[in-house]
């Protein structure tokens, strides 16, 4: 057999395999939508009937989300791993936690356009973006509080909280910790990026993306990709608020060249999804991330363990559709990923509440010991 027809072999068997991921479904979600290919940015974020979006929750939250007060040493907030004057994450392979912590065992995804996520984490384990902003103030190894009630207790001895919270919630009982989550996930929903070339591309405007960037498109839809990367957000086909849509990654681990990827990015390291479910069917599975704005939210994948966006496509490639990508088709997709980047709102970092003529960080060292016995239990 020539080289040439022994390239053409291997195409038609990597189509082939190809059609057949397809076919099987191995994008885990809850509907049976057709698969759709991008769209629109979406004109409004999906607001709960329990948590309605106003100006003055809106700016309490923004406070919330940049007080490092809401850790246990006072020195990490929700910005601090995701940083909005920036790209949304902390461009960090794994995120620093309290007490200079390192062992966080994913990469922090970007919190711009969050809001759209139809769940959190990239195991899915939040339903909302409410769920979501509990876990990293009560986890030991983020943010570190012990107790919802440690951190409420902290906020009440602070006039300017007290007075706000009062103003968003009422008199009665305003400082809740469902309060606090409330009101940060008001603030996230602010956060999105519309605009994007891509965005403008679909409105009309037919010299938006370069012609690397069309041709970047057409080589993505004919490899398949929004079996996975669908709809607007380009991460799930339309799948509800609070259904999670998962891949397993990588899909093919022993292909040769997937497998060098796997052993060197430490790929099959992390079981996903399985950690929430037990299930041994979710093995390595994950939700599918949101392509809007990944020319900017590098490294790459669950444990940040690469560096490049060129390299993020050739290990899709290979570990998802067994595929090895020419240098054109890399420099094309990514191209293309390039024009889904949006415009990020400009954001101004809050004036805190203050404690006058006193400190409320007193008792840092007993909840320490606190959160280090609940950790060993």
């Known amino acids: 057999m020539s080289k040439t027809e022994k390239r053409h072999t291997e195409y038609h068997e990597n189509l082939i395999f190809r059609h057949v991921i397809l076919a099987l479904g191995l994008c885990l979600g809850g509907t049976k939508a057709a698969y759709a290919f991008g769209g629109e940015f979406p004109s409004k974020v999906p607001v709960p009937a329990n948590n309605p979006m106003t100006p003055q929750k ?6 919330l989300y940049f007080d490092p007060r809401l850790s246990l040493t006072g020195d990490v907030s929700c910005e601090t791993c995701h940083d909005v004057m920036s790209n949304g994450s902390d461009s960090l392979p794994l ?31 939040a339903n909302s973006l409410e769920a979501q902003a509990k876990g990293p103030i009560l986890n030991p190894i983020e943010m570190g509080m012990p107790k919802a009630v440690d951190v409420v207790k902290r906020l009440q001895k602070i006039p300017g909280y007290r007075k706000e919270f009062r103003h968003v919630y009422g008199n009665k009982d305003p400082i809740t910790f469902d309060h606090i989550v409330q009101a940060i996930a008001t603030y996230e929903r602010t956060l999105v990026t519309p605009n994007s070339p891509y965005d403008r591309y679909v409105k009309g405007d037919k010299i938006a993306l370069s012609k690397s960037a069309i041709a970047g498109m057409k080589t993505i839809r004919s490899f398949g990709c929004e079996s996975c990367h669908a709809g607007p957000m380009f991460d799930n086909p339309g799948t509800p608020m609070g ?25 099959m390291d992390d079981p996903g999804r399985f950690d929430v479910t037990h299930n041994p069917a979710d093995m390595h599975l994950f939700k599918v991330p949101s392509w809007r704005n990944v020319a900017l939210e590098a490294p790459y994948f669950q444990n940040g363990s690469v560096r490049t966006l060129p390299t993020a496509v050739r290990v899709m490639a290979a570990c998802q559709l067994g595929l090895t990508v020419t240098d054109k088709q890399v420099h094309d997709i990514v191209s293309f990923l390039d024009s889904l980047t949006g415009k990020f709102p400009k954001e101004v970092a809050p004036r805190l509440p203050e404690t006058p003529n006193s400190t409320i960080m007193m008792n840092v060292s007993r909840l320490q010991k606190v959160a280090l016995k609940n950790k060993e239990n």
């Not at 809106?58 to 406070?63: A, V």
């Not at 309290?98 to 969050?114: E, K, M, Q, W, Y």
């Open 243 to 267: 259904t999670g849509w998962f891949q397993k990654f990588p899909v093919q681990p022993h292909n040769p060249v997937c497998a060098k990827y796997v052993q060197k990015y430490h790929l």
């Open 95 to 125: 995120a620093f936690g309290v007490l200079g912590r390192v062992d966080t065992p994913r990469h922090a995804p970007s919190v711009f356009n969050a809001a759209f996520n139809t769940v959190q984490f990239w195991d899915g384990r």
């Open 58 to 63: 809106i700016s309490l939250g923004k406070q």
